[in-house]
């Protein structure tokens, strides 16, 4: 019945293709839709990543929800005790240190508040990939007193590369600070609202200020992003979970959270009003081949073939084509989705954020499973009703149509 099954498929081409055609879209539009989501979410995540957060932060426990308050109790004693624990892990392949303080910044003029890093400058460097720097050049571990502003920063101060600016901060005893810095860079992250506050310093500049050589974070940077869940489960084995805790990317990136949820519903929803579209269109093509074979089909029953064979039949016919479908849709997407990437994608600024990019198609190996049983179960559905309502015709009326 397989090969019989086969065989009518090459036997009504042009009903075939017709279905195909249906089936090969309706796959290949799936792939492709559910690739570009999936690049949105590579691109806000490799934007959080190497601009800003790094891959993986480890904290004094309570950092993150108290430490803003109150940051002289949440910084790390004995860090190069701290860095043995991490530097055999063979995906780490760059630990840093940050001091995080806030504080007021002056261009002899007006005050602004700041939120300001404290950074090793030329390992931030490498990994600040998706940094844009807009004038001047990016921090060097030899600007002692060099400062990294913010677009916004810079915008509402007047400062430019060259230009001088005293930061006022309160130290870890409670005491008040300046010091005078020269302005190296005007930076641009994916962050609107980063950029408007963001101010980075060298790490010694930084502990200067705190008058405290402690700092508050250790950023690891891994040779894949793919990587970081494992490496968060291994420092959490080997980091007594009282004293640390250790944050992964997508904990600290809000909007990328947010931005996956919603997507990821939205996509879902794609994902069934697809089903339906190419079960309707397929459901017609399948309709019309199938009924207009009635005649065959009361043929084949004379013949001495009972009803459950000829539906079995008719469903196999589907069940090849849902086959076929779903492996040249597959393919066609793929195919697409290289062109597509190969062009780009020309795509505005997402909410909040200071600068377009461009997009490309990243299909997956789950959006290729998807996208291949959507097209052959579409097609197997569309066939079942077809199939029992000719199988049930009486035998007389439907050799009545060979006339």
């Known amino acids: 019945m397989w090969r019989f099954a086969f065989r ?14 249906a089936v090969v879209f ?4 799936l792939i492709l839709s559910g690739g570009f989501v999936r690049d949105i979410f590579f691109q806000l995540g490799e934007g959080a990543i190497h601009a800003q957060l790094g891959h993986v932060q480890i904290a004094k426990r309570g950092y993150y929800e108290f430490g803003r308050r109150d940051p002289e109790r949440y910084l790390l004693d004995r860090p190069g005790d701290l860095e043995t ?36 400058a030329d390992k931030e460097a490498r990994l600040g990939s998706a940094m844009t720097i807009l004038e001047g050049r990016q921090l060097a571990d030899a600007d002692d007193y060099g400062v990294l502003l913010g677009e916004g920063v810079a915008r509402s101060l007047g400062l430019h590369p060259g230009d001088y600016a005293t ?75 009282g004293r640390y805790e250790v944050r992964p990317w997508y904990d600290l990136a809000d909007f990328y959270r947010k931005t996956v949820a919603l997507y990821e ?42 009803r459950r064979a000829v539906f079995r039949m008719l469903v196999q016919e589907n069940f090849l084509l849902g086959i076929l479908g779903g492996g040249l849709g597959v393919t066609l997407g793929l195919l697409l989705a290289g062109l597509i990437s190969w062009i780009g994608i020309p795509m505005p600024p ?54």
């Open 8 to 21: 009518n498929l090459l036997r009504h081409r042009l009903r075939t293709g017709l279905t195909l055609a």
């Open 26 to 29: 309706g796959v290949s539009g």
């Open 85 to 120: 624990r991490f530097r055999d892990i063979p995906e780490v392949v760059e630990a840093m240190w940050r001091v995080n303080f806030a504080g007021l910044l002056n261009n002899g003029r007006t005050d602004l508040p700041i939120i300001g890093e404290g950074v090793e």
């Open 167 to 241: 930061l006022v901060v309160t130290s870890a005893g409670g005491a008040l600070n300046t010091v005078d810095f020269q302005v190296v860079g005007v930076m641009r992250t994916m962050s609107r609202d980063y950029d408007a506050r963001a101010v980075r310093i060298g790490l010694s500049a930084a502990q200067e200020l705190m008058l405290d050589e402690r700092p508050h974070l250790a950023v690891l940077r891994l040779k894949d992003t793919a990587a970081t869940a494992r490496v968060v489960a291994r420092l959490r084995q080997v980091l007594p979970s």
């Open 265 to 306: 519903r939205q996509f879902g929803l794609l994902v069934a009003i697809v089903l339906v579209m190419v079960l309707l269109g397929v459901a017609n093509s399948v309709n019309m081949t199938i009924f207009e074979r009635i005649g065959e089909c009361g043929t084949i029953m004379a013949l001495g073939y009972r």
């Open 350 to 403: 997402p909410p909040n954020m200071n600068s377009g990019y461009i997009a490309a198609i990243r299909p997956d190996a789950t959006m290729l499973v998807l996208g291949f049983a959507v097209g052959m179960v579409a097609t197997l559905l569309a066939s079942l009703w077809a199939a029992r309502r000719v199988v049930r015709i009486p035998v007389v009326d439907a050799l009545r149509q060979n006339g």
